[in-house]
């Protein structure tokens, strides 16, 4: 099963993914160029953010001769697909803990089914079993009830010390390139090494895509983990979740199809979409000094 670490090598990403300019006359007019640094691009077959974060566990996960990866998420966890995908390009076995004992038994999601297709295996628990994860004295028996003893365990949305490093990168292959650098919000795994891997007098802009706050805690704690303290200049930009995850009203979807045609960007909805709806207007509301480049990182693809 365990191909050596130098084999696997070839299947992780090849950043620096591509810096592109956006000519939007909506920017322009406040003075503010807009910088589209496209992670959805970083490999051929994994978009985004997901997979930045996982590169360094699948090197440690191969590295350690762990049989199998498990990992949890919900039924549309992009999570889940980037960690299936990755589990078949590496020859590791995966299994996914899925939120939800009522979708045992019913016709798969597109999401899922690709999940299952690279050759995962779904789990699916209660939402109370679903808590125990963050639980370190339940966890091991929800693994084995799970036929994920042994495995790697990778947390939700992925971001634990190493996920973070992963961004890190990102964040390095920015430095000179922007002023702002400014990416939507899950877990803020993201944000948190992005931010640590800007330079000095650069700054991170986190658009949460979930209303309503731990998020900032939660980043400190992250990069407490990661980087033993506080890194980078971040902040968060609330008031941008229309309504909560994965709702796109139909205003955004509007804003989100014409970004499309003006840029031939796929926009990816659930968070790329809120991350550039709040870009324009924090824009307008004079949020960036004239003459500011802002760097907006396309974290995924639809
Ligand atoms: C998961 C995800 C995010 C959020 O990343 P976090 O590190 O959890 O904040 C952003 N964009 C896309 C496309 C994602 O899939």
């Known amino acids: 099963m365990n191909e050596a670490p130098e084999a696997s090598e070839a299947l992780l990403p090849r950043p620096p993914s591509p810096l592109a300019e956006a000519t939007d ?21 994994l978009a985004g953010n997901k997979w930045r974060k996982l590169a360094p566990n699948l ?37 996914g803990i899925v939120r939800g004992d009522e979708l045992a ?3 798969l999601n597109e999401s899922l089914a690709r999940c299952a297709a690279d050759g995962m295996r779904l789990h699916f628990v209660s939402r109370a079993r679903y808590r125990l994860k963050a639980d ?8 084995e009830a799970a036929g994920a003893d042994g495995a790697y365990v990778v947390p939700e949305g992925g971001s634990n010390a190493l996920a973070l490093h992963g961004c890190a990168e990102l964040g390095r292959e920015l430095r000179g390139a ?11 795994g993201t944000l948190a090494g992005l931010s ?68 031939g960007l796929p926009v990816e909805r659930i968070y790329v979409a809120k ?24 974290t995924g693809r639809p």
């Open 25 to 45: 006359g909506r920017f322009a007019e406040h003075g503010v160029r807009l910088l589209l640094k496209r992670d959805d691009l970083v490999h051929p077959e």
């Open 59 to 95: 090197r440690a996960a191969v590295a350690g001769g762990y049989p199998r990866l498990a990992t949890f998420g919900g039924a549309y966890s992009n999570h889940l697909r980037a960690t299936a995908a990755a589990g078949r390009l590496l020859g590791l076995e995966t299994v």
């Open 105 to 107: 038994g019913r016709p």
């Open 136 to 143: 370190p004295a339940a966890l091991p028996g929800l693994l």
């Open 178 to 188: 922007c002023d702002v650098a400014a990416v939507a919000c899950g877990t803020g």
């Open 196 to 263: 640590a891997g800007l330079g000095a007098g650069q700054r991170a802009v986190g658009v949460p895509v979930v209303g309503g706050g731990f998020l900032e805690a939660e980043i400190r704690s992250l990069q407490a983990a990661a980087f033993g303290g506080p890194a980078g200049d971040w902040s968060l930009a609330e008031g941008f979740a229309h309504g909560g995850y994965a709702r796109v009203p139909e205003a955004l979807e509007v804003f989100a199809a014409d970004f499309e045609s003006r840029h």
């Open 275 to 298: 991350l550039l709806w709040a870009l324009l207007a924090l824009t307008r509301a004079g949020a960036f000094p004239r003459g500011s480049t802002v760097a907006a990182v396309v």
